[in-house]
């Protein structure tokens, strides 16, 4: 039900290829819950502790999965819908819904910095499960939205900065770098929008002629 509620304030996000938030998804909180990611043997678990002075940089994760939010760190489960019932269940929706293959990763913090200033090689829809997380997302100067420039500390203002809380999500086109802080315990769902390895302005072409 979520993706369906999305559905069309992301038709018009992808459309435009702006940032931006969506309001109004009742059922987002539990989509994903904290209970589910301990009890989920995750393929792909790994541990991020930013800020890192080469950026963000995560190692592999083979502990039990909260125990890797001590100290600061970051749960990173990447294809988390490959073990995770409740996340296999959006990557479906979202094929059914907007008929766009995607990749759903889970990320949890308990407190600091999520994920230091970094740009996606693919659109991202981030839903917020638990708790609120501040994201700052900036405008891509040229280089940075086709992948070219390796400067991702954005020393300008940026295009939004806002708390996402259950009930809110966040679109945020390939190429647009972006940050997240967390102040009490978090978890949020990112749906990654694939492209199979094809040029941008191939997969792009495609995607917009089915949304």
Same mark, same amino acid.
């Given at each position: 039900?979520? +993706?369906?509620?999305?559905? /069309?304030?992301?038709?018009? &996000?992808? #459309?435009?290829?702006?940032?931006?938030?969506? $309001?109004? *998804? !009742?059922?987002?909180?539990?989509?994903?819950?904290?209970?589910?990611?301990?009890?989920?043997?995750?393929?792909?678990?790994?541990?991020?502790?930013?800020?890192?002075?080469?950026?963000?940089?995560?190692?592999?994760?083979?502990?039990?999965?909260?125990?890797?939010?001590?100290?600061?760190?970051?749960? +990173?489960?990447?294809?988390? /819908?490959?073990?995770?019932? &409740?996340? #296999?269940?959006?990557?479906?929706?979202?094929? $059914?819904? *907007? !008929?766009?293959?995607?990749?759903?990763?889970?990320?949890?913090?308990?407190?600091?910095?999520?994920?230091?200033?970094?740009?996606?090689?693919?659109?991202?829809?981030?839903?917020?499960?638990?708790?609120?997380?501040?994201?700052?997302?900036?405008?891509?100067?040229?280089?940075?939205?086709?992948?070219?420039?390796?400067?991702?500390?954005?020393?300008?203002?940026? &295009?939004?900065?806002?708390?996402?809380?259950?009930?809110?999500?966040?679109?945020?086109?390939?190429?647009?770098?972006?940050?997240?802080?967390?102040?009490?315990?978090?978890?949020?769902?990112?749906?990654?929008?694939?492209?199979?390895?094809?040029?941008?302005?191939?997969?792009?072409?495609?995607?917009?002629?089915?949304?």
């Amino acid at each position: 039900r979520v +993706v369906r509620q999305a559905s /069309s304030a992301f038709r018009e &996000a992808w #459309a435009r290829q702006e940032a931006r938030v969506i $309001e109004g *998804l !009742e059922d987002a909180r539990g989509l994903v819950s904290l209970d589910a990611i301990a009890a989920t043997p995750f393929l792909l678990a790994s541990r991020s502790v930013p800020p890192h002075p080469e950026g963000w940089r995560c190692e592999a994760w083979l502990g039990e999965p909260l125990e890797a939010l001590d100290d600061g760190g970051t749960l +990173v489960a990447n294809g988390a /819908s490959e073990t995770c019932g &409740a996340a #296999a269940e959006v990557a479906l929706a979202c094929l $059914e819904e *907007l !008929e766009l293959p995607s990749s759903v990763n889970c990320y949890a913090t308990r407190r600091g910095p999520a994920a230091p200033p970094h740009w996606d090689a693919q659109s991202i829809l981030a839903v917020q499960c638990e708790g609120r997380q501040r994201w700052r997302v900036w405008r891509p100067s040229p280089g940075e939205a086709d992948g070219k420039s390796d400067a991702l500390e954005p020393d300008r203002e940026p &295009a939004l900065d806002l708390c996402l809380e259950p009930g809110r999500a966040l679109f945020v086109p390939r190429g647009w770098p972006h940050a997240t802080d967390v102040a009490d315990p978090s978890l949020h769902v990112t749906v990654g929008f694939d492209d199979f390895g094809l040029p941008f302005s191939s997969s792009e072409s495609a995607f917009h002629r089915r949304v």
